[in-house]
């Protein structure tokens, strides 16, 4: 009879150990922090508004078809992120040596800079004569910073601009392949480059036919996070070991109720 109690004993302590593991993997899940904003409107195309230039107004489709671009809202008149932001992507830029083509287009969000104020800025951080970086403005910045999902608010209070650090990829063709919010490090602004470059990526938060396993997807449509295989997938081994401690327990009953007749 004790070895049994022992088995008995034995299970439960292997059922509640499930029932933990379990609870780590959900909570794991749940309390992932991935930014979903860095998700919409990937994989549409940027508005092609007119931006001002030192050669003149153009479309801004002129620069990206040239070489992929990455666009940075910013303005001059910025006392928060916007200096770091610059500071911080062109010594990356720098320290990288990157050899892949590309441009870095800053654009001011801000209707009261003029492209001399854009000019004084460039050269504020010593990029006026850097072929790659392009300092423009447009009349044009509500369906560009709409077509980003960029939402800058003015506070009256400060006379700033409450607003997120971005950096939005495109490539040749105007598509929105990435999205980086927050002053990030060196892989991801690789992971960008690669991107615009239409090269081949490991892994994607959105589902696409080349990956199959994340616990969670964005949706654009709803914009809300899904539960997706991957989950399942993580949670399988804690899952066949419920299943399994279960049927031991069941079947020691069993076989305890057999002896005992």
């Known amino acids: 009879m004790d070895i ?17 593991l379990l609870s780590n993997y959900i909570s794991f899940a749940q309390e ?12 549409k195309v940027i508005s092609n508004v007119t931006i001002e230039t030192e050669q003149g107004n153009q479309k801004l489709s002129t620069i990206y078809e040239t070489s992929p671009t990455i666009l940075v809202l ?20 720098q320290q990288l040596d990157i050899k892949k083509d590309f441009r870095v287009l800053v654009v001011s969000f801000d209707a009261a800079d003029r492209l001399s104020d854009m000019e004084r800025y460039a050269q504020q951080f010593d990029l006026q004569n850097d072929a790659r970086w392009i300092f423009v403005t447009t009349k044009q910045i509500k369906p ?7 939402n800058p608010k003015w506070d009256s209070t400060i006379q ?11 490539n040749t063709n105007g598509y929105i392949t990435k999205k980086i919010i ?14 615009i470059n239409n090269e081949f990526i490991v892994s994607y ?23 997706s295989i991957g ?27 057999t002896l005992v007749k």
């Open 144 to 150: 560009l910073i709409e077509s980003v999902n960029f």
């Open 182 to 195: 927050g002053i990030r490090g060196s892989n991801e602004l690789q992971a960008m480059l690669k991107e």
């Open 74 to 93: 910013i303005y001059t008149r910025c006392y928060g992120i916007c200096n770091p932001l610059i500071s911080n992507l062109s010594e990356q830029i």
């Open 160 to 170: 700033q601009f409450d607003h997120n650090a971005l950096l939005v990829g495109l």
């Open 32 to 43: 992932s922090n991935y930014n979903y904003d860095e998700e919409k409107d990937i994989y």
């Open 4 to 20: 049994y109690r022992f088995n008995e004993k034995m299970y439960k302590s292997i059922f509640i150990c499930t029932i933990v």
């Open 231 to 257: 989950l399942l997938v993580m949670l399988a081994p804690a899952l066949i070991t419920f299943i399994i401690v279960l049927s031991l327990i069941k079947l020691g009953k069993k076989q305890r109720k």
């Open 205 to 227: 938060p959105l589902p696409r036919k080349n990956m199959l396993f994340s616990c969670f997807t964005y949706n654009p449509t709803t914009g809300k996070s899904e539960l």
